[in-house]
């Protein structure tokens, strides 16, 4: 998988189609660049909705929310051990079970 464009590159590429002249395509800034056309358009669509021009998700907000869900799913995991924890500990001191003693 290639590596991403940085994101100074992508803003960069993002400012020079916004600020392009009449007759100029989005297609011939991305062969500039060497970006295919429908990259520049995903990084166009998302610098709106990063400048609150469309609505959606916000690279800011998507990242938070990735780093929340990751979050979630380790507790929810240490949950699930510390339960299993509790089940094995409360089993071991059941009478009649463990050490005997005579």
């Given amino acids: 998988m290639p590596k991403p464009y ?4 992508r803003d960069d590429v993002v ?11 989005l297609a011939q800034i991305a062969k500039d660049f060497g970006v295919h056309a429908m990259m520049l358009n995903k ?5 709106d909705i990063d400048d609150v021009n469309k609505p959606g998700v ?3 907000e998507s ?9 979630i799913g380790l507790l929810e995991q240490e949950n699930e051990v ?10 071991a001191n059941l009478p009649g079970k463990g050490s005997s003693r005579s």
């Fill in 15 to 25: 400012r020079v189609a916004r600020a392009r002249e009449a007759g100029v395509t």
């Fill in 6 to 9: 940085p994101q100074e590159f």
């Fill in 82 to 91: 510390l339960r299993c924890a509790a089940a094995y500990l409360s089993q």
């Fill in 43 to 47: 990084w166009m669509r998302q610098a």
């Fill in 63 to 71: 990242h938070e929310l990735r780093d929340a869900r990751r979050r």
């Fill in 58 to 60: 916000s690279r800011p």
